[in-house]
């Protein structure tokens, strides 16, 4: 069993900067690759960011590349998204998953492949 919670969202001017956290129980961290999903109102679930367990390996959504990056600590149990370059579209619930595979991108976007995900933090991103 793998309890994740997410830390680090709020309320950002367009152009700002966050960084979320997403903090894992459990021993076997290292064993599972972490994703980042975003839900927007009104709007389906839909994958950011992707990890794989080595930290070595990561998939991106297009519409965050070269503004958000993923990375792990798994000596601290904990997976971070840090992101840059904010833009209005960019509010939305946030959530980390963590699943025992990994692949592309559009594998790593598939929500059913996550076995365990956390409760979300919101951020917003004003004009």
């Known amino acids: 069993q793998v309890q994740l919670v997410e830390t680090g969202g709020g309320l950002v001017q367009a152009g700002g900067s966050l960084r979320l956290s997403c903090a894992a129980s459990?021993?076997?961290?290292?064993?599972?690759?972490m994703g980042w999903f975003r839900q927007a109102p009104g709007k389906e679930r839909e994958f950011v960011a992707a990890?794989?367990?080595?930290?070595?390996?990561?998939r991106y959504a297009d519409s965050v590349k070269g503004r958000f990056t993923i990375s792990r600590d798994n000596a601290k149990n904990t997976a971070y998204l840090q992101m840059n370059s904010l833009n209005v579209e960019d509010t939305a619930v946030y959530y980390c998953?963590?699943?025992?595979?990994?692949?592309?991108?559009?594998?790593?976007?598939?929500?059913?492949?996550?076995?365990?995900w956390g409760q979300g933090t919101q951020v917003t991103v004003s004009p």
């Open positions: 998953a963590a699943t025992r595979l990994f692949g592309t991108a559009h594998t790593m976007g598939v929500m059913t492949n996550y076995d365990y």
């Open positions: 990890i794989k367990w080595s930290g070595g390996t990561t």
């Open positions: 459990g021993r076997t961290f290292s064993s599972y690759a």
